[in-house]
C-alpha cells in the first residue's frame, strides 16, 4: 500500500481514504489490461471528475475543491500509484486548465471550468512542436488575423486562424478542447496594413474546441511506455478561433505557458513519486515472498540495502515534491524548486522501477509480473515537461540569478 500520509486537515484525510478506494476499484483492475491493449480509459476520467478529483487546486467559485497543492499532489500520488497513465493524464488536464483558470476572462471561466473540472469534457495542452520541443519560443506555429465582415457591419476583427503543427500531444485526438500557443500578430490598431496583421508579435494562449474545422490528428505514437494515453501530433489547417476565445493579452502566451509548466513540473513529480513508490512496494513484497538459502531474499544484506536504496531515493524524492508545493500555496516563488522536484522525482522513479526489476530477477523482465511497464512508463517522465537537461539549465539559470 501507499505510503502513510502526513496530511494538514482531518478533511484531507478522509479525501485522501476516498481516492484509495475510488481508485482501488476504478482503476487497478483495468490498468495492465489496457495498457496491453493501447486502450484509452475515458470512462476513468468522468469517475473522477464525478467524484471531484479532477478539480481539487482550483477555487470552489468555478467548481474545483479548493486543496492546497500539497493535498493535490497527493491525491496525484495515489492516481498514479495504481495505473501512471491515468496520473500523467489527470496532470495535464489540469495544467491544460491552468491559463484559463488564471488568465481567462470571467466569461471563459464560467463557461468552461465547471464542464471541464466536472470531468465532462477533457483537455490537452499544445505547446511543443518537432523542432522546438524544448525551445517554445522558436514555434512556428502561427494565428494570423481574421478581419471582420464589413457587409455584416462587423468591422473589427472576427477572430484568428491558427496554422502549424503540434506534437507531443497527450490527448491529442480523444481530448474536447486544446489549450493551444502560436505566434501572433501585434495587436491591431486603426488603419493598420494587411502586412502589420501578420507581423510578429510574440506568443498568445487560445483555446480551441476539438470539432473546430481544419484540426487533423495524427496517428498516436508507438511509444514505449503509457501505452493507454495517446500522444500525437496535431495538424491545423487554417484553423478559425473565435477573438473570444484568445486566452489572456496577445502576445503573452510564453509567460502563461511557463507559468502553466513550473505546476504541471509538480504533477509529474507527484505522478513519478507514486509509480516509484507502487515498485518499490512491489519488490518488497516479491522479497518477503521468495526463498533462497534458507530464508526471505529481502533478508540477504545486499537485496535488503538495495530496498534500503530505494525507499530513501522515494521519500527523498516525496519530500522535495511536497516541499516545492508547499512554496506555491503560500505564494512564493516555486519555479527553482518545481524543476528540483522533477528533476529529482523523475530520477528516482527511473533508478527505482530499474531496480525492482533485478529485485524480480527473471520474473521482473517478463510481461507476467507489471514491474517492467513501470520501468518502461519512469523513463517517458525524464523527458516530457522539459527533460532533466531543461531541469538542470532552468536550476542554474536561478542560481545565476541569486
Known amino acids: 500500500m501507499p505510503a502513510e500520509r502526513l496530511l494538514p486537515t482531518d478533511e484531507a484525510r478522509e479525501l485522501l481514504g476516498?481516492?484509495?478506494?475510488?481508485?482501488?476499484?476504478?482503476?487497478?483492475?483495468?490498468?495492465?489490461?489496457?495498457?496491453?491493449?493501447?486502450?484509452?480509459?475515458?470512462?476513468?476520467?468522468?469517475v473522477l471528475g464525478r467524484a471531484g478529483l479532477l478539480g481539487l487546486p482550483f477555487s470552489e467559485e468555478v467548481g474545483g475543491g479548493g486543496q492546497p497543492y500539497e493535498v493535490y499532489l497527493q491525491v496525484l500520488e495515489e492516481i498514479a500509484y495504481r495505473w501512471a497513465a491515468v496520473g500523467v493524464g489527470v496532470s495535464v488536464h489540469v495544467m491544460s486548465c491552468f491559463p484559463l483558470d488564471r488568465f481567462g476572462s470571467p466569461a471563459q471561466r464560467a463557461e468552461l471550468l465547471p464542464s471541464l473540472l466536472a470531468g465532462d469534457l477533457?483537455?490537452?495542452?499544445?505547446?511543443?512542436?518537432?523542432?522546438?520541443?524544448?525551445?517554445?519560443?522558436?514555434?512556428?506555429?502561427?494565428?494570423?488575423?481574421?478581419?471582420?465582415?464589413?457587409?455584416?457591419g462587423d468591422a473589427a476583427d472576427a477572430g484568428f486562424?491558427?496554422?502549424?503543427?503540434?506534437?507531443?500531444?497527450?490527448?491529442?485526438?480523444?481530448?474536447?478542447?486544446?489549450?493551444?500557443?502560436?505566434?501572433t500578430p501585434s495587436a491591431a490598431s486603426a488603419g493598420d496594413t494587411p502586412a502589420a496583421k501578420t507581423a510578429d508579435g510574440g506568443i498568445s494562449c487560445f483555446l480551441v474546441d476539438a470539432g473546430t474545422s481544419g484540426l487533423d490528428f495524427y496517428p498516436p505514437e508507438h511509444k514505449m511506455g503509457l501505452t493507454a494515453s495517446p500522444t500525437t501530433q496535431i495538424g491545423f489547417n487554417d484553423v478559425p478561433?473565435?477573438?473570444?476565445?484568445?486566452?489572456?493579452?496577445?502576445?503573452?502566451?510564453l509567460t502563461i505557458a511557463l507559468t502553466a509548466l513550473d505546476s504541471g513540473r509538480l504533477g509529474i513529480a507527484a505522478v513519478a513519486v507514486g509509480l516509484a513508490q507502487r515498485a518499490l512496494d512491489d519488490a518488497v513484497a516479491y522479497a518477503q515472498e521468495r526463498r533462497t538459502f534458507g530464508k526471505a531474499i529481502i533478508d540477504h544484506q545486499g537485496l535488503g540495502f538495495l530496498l534500503a536504496d530505494m525507499a530513501a531515493a522515494v521519500e527523498s524524492a516525496r519530500a522535495t515534491t511536497l516541499a516545492a508545493a508547499r512554496r506555491r500555496d503560500h505564494g512564493l516563488p516555486f519555479s527553482r524548486q518545481a524543476s528540483i522536484a522533477?528533476?529529482?522525482?523523475?530520477?528516482?522513479?527511473?533508478?527505482?522501477?530499474?531496480?525492482?526489476?533485478?529485485?524480480?530477477g527473471g520474473a521482473g523482465y517478463t510481461r507476467d509480473h507489471p514491474a517492467e511497464r513501470y520501468m518502461r512508463e519512469a523513463k517517458v517522465m525524464q523527458i516530457f515537461e522539459g527533460t532533466n537537461q531543461i531541469q538542470r539549465l532552468v536550476i542554474s539559470r536561478h542560481l545565476a540569478r541569486s
Open 18 to 46: 476516498l481516492v484509495a478506494d475510488i481508485t482501488d476499484q476504478e482503476l487497478e483492475p483495468r490498468a495492465s489490461i489496457d495498457e496491453a491493449a493501447s486502450q484509452f480509459p475515458r470512462k476513468a476520467f468522468t
Open 122 to 152: 477533457l483537455g490537452a495542452y499544445c505547446l511543443s512542436e518537432s523542432h522546438a520541443g524544448s525551445d517554445p519560443a522558436a514555434m512556428m506555429t502561427r494565428a494570423t488575423v481574421a478581419p471582420g465582415d464589413p457587409a455584416a
Open 161 to 183: 486562424r491558427i496554422s502549424g503543427t503540434k506534437a507531443w500531444v497527450t490527448h491529442g485526438g480523444v481530448a474536447d478542447f486544446y489549450t493551444v500557443f502560436a505566434r
Open 241 to 253: 478561433v473565435p477573438a473570444a476565445r484568445l486566452v489572456g493579452a496577445r502576445g503573452q502566451g
Open 342 to 360: 522533477k528533476l529529482v522525482a523523475t530520477d528516482a522513479a527511473m533508478k527505482v522501477t530499474e531496480d525492482a526489476v533485478q529485485v524480480l
